[in-house]
């Protein structure tokens, strides 16, 4: 017992209450700091279920905005970007801009009204809210598209961009510059700081509650920051592998192994929905010629310039190396007159202009196409085999043609 000048020292008037106060503050801390702990292994565990970026975000964000969580009314991610790419591990230029990845809450009072009274009658656990805003990933809602829609100029006075230059947390209070989408009253912003330098900016806020951020929740949520800077690391270096792994060093694109894949689940689903799946098999035109008269290193930047006209008219991943000169297109949802205009298209992208040889000459390029569209009991294999039995028939009867099989 603390005794002073032979008084016990709860004795003197008011330094009990002023003690009991302490504790409790204390004792609310403890539990607010126990609470974090639990709150960071169960963010953890989310982000370990997949290896892959998006669900690593929207672990965080969930684990941000759930009540089972910190309880923020909305959370958001920005990455940095520059001018000259880099991404994943690789190096990248100085940073000159914060583009938004994802977001998690509700847009208005209205929706926010809504979903919170679903979850309170719902009470669903931290797992579950996650699985949910995951598949809500494929279709984002109003907050989630305007958020990937936003790009930040790093050198305005946005608090997410004060942040990002700080490398500090940034909480409520500061003055800054405004914008729409955050809110100047209770919005907080940590940097995504990793072993390979800061990779963005995690921003959450309470626009619908109006509650300030308190000390211990501003802590954890920058413990939460840090802790996601590094799950992104390792998501981004595990796509990069995955990538090299499934990618032609060369163009880029997908190489026959990711074709065949990527074709037997097309294959799977045209024969689950009915609807047609068609491939067009190209070949570019005297490409030998181009190797032995001009050498290998023009031959790889034709290939290059190729698979860059390809991919600029098919869709996003459809486009294969299938070898050496020869690529493959996917037409999921074409029927054979619809595969046909599909290589038309294709082959005037290839032939739209010659290819300049660095010595101030020109090379035309040509290609020939067989298309072909999946018959009912085919697999993978035999619609290739299909369209590239079309194909020889272009390259015999004149090249630079687009031919089907009938």
């Known amino acids: 017992m603390a005794i002073a000048f032979g008084r016990p020292l709860y004795s003197f008037p008011g330094v009990a209450e002023v003690v009991h106060e302490a504790v409790e503050r204390?004792?609310?801390?403890?539990?607010?700091?126990?609470r974090a702990i639990v709150l960071l292994h169960r963010i953890a565990n989310l982000s370990r279920e997949s290896l892959e970026l998006r669900p690593v975000c929207y672990a965080t964000l969930t684990g941000v905005t759930a009540g089972v969580g910190l309880g923020l009314n909305r959370a958001m991610l920005f990455f940095a970007d520059s001018l000259d790419g880099g991404g994943g591990n690789r190096p990248m230029g100085t940073p000159q801009w914060l583009r938004g990845v994802a977001?998690?809450?509700?847009?208005?009072?209205?929706e926010?009204?809504?979903?919170?009274k679903s979850i309170a009658a719902e009470e669903p656990d931290l797992h579950t809210l996650y699985e949910a805003g995951l598949r809500a990933g494929d279709d984002p809602g109003a907050l989630d598209r305007r958020v990937r829609e936003t790009v930040f100029d790093l050198k305005r006075d946005y608090r997410v961009c004060r942040a990002f230059r700080g490398r500090e947390l940034v909480g409520v209070g500061e003055e800054e510059e405004t914008d729409d989408l955050l809110d100047p009253a209770?919005?907080?912003?940590a940097p995504l700081r990793g072993r390979l330098g800061v990779h963005g900016v995690l921003y959450a806020d309470n626009r619908f509650t109006g509650t300030p951020v308190d000390e211990i929740t501003a802590l954890v949520f920058g413990m939460v920051a840090d802790h996601t800077a590094r799950a992104i690391e390792n998501a981004r270096r595990y796509e990069d592998l995955a990538r090299a792994a499934r990618t032609d060093a060369l163009t880029g694109l997908g190489h026959h192994g990711a074709l065949m894949d990527a074709l037997t689940t097309a294959v799977l689903e045209a024969q689950h929905t009915g609807?047609?799946?068609s491939v067009a098999m190209i070949d570019l035109d005297d490409f030998k010629a181009v190797n032995d008269t001009h050498g290998h290193p023009l031959g790889d930047r034709l290939l290059v310039e190729v698979a860059d006209r390809l991919r600029r008219v098919a869709r996003v991943g459809s486009v294969f190396r299938y070898g050496g000169e020869e690529f493959t297109v996917l037409l999921p949802g074409a029927d054979l007159d619809d595969a046909v205009k599909a290589g038309?298209?294709?082959r005037l992208a290839v032939s739209e202009r010659p290819i300049e040889m660095g010595n101030g000459g020109l090379l035309p390029v040509t290609c020939s196409i067989g298309v072909a569209t999946l018959a009912p009991r085919w697999?993978?294999?035999e619609l290739v085999d299909a369209?590239?039995?079309?194909?020889?028939?272009?390259k015999g009867s004149g090249k630079n043609q687009v031919v089907a099989r009938q």
């Open 344 to 346: 038309e298209r294709l």
């Open 186 to 189: 209770t919005g907080i912003a």
């Open 387 to 394: 369209a590239d039995q079309a194909l020889l028939r272009a």
């Open 103 to 110: 977001g998690v809450g509700p847009v208005d009072r209205e």
């Open 26 to 34: 204390l004792e609310r801390e403890n539990l607010a700091l126990r």
């Open 379 to 381: 697999s993978g294999a």
């Open 112 to 116: 926010a009204d809504r979903v919170w």
């Open 275 to 277: 609807q047609p799946l």
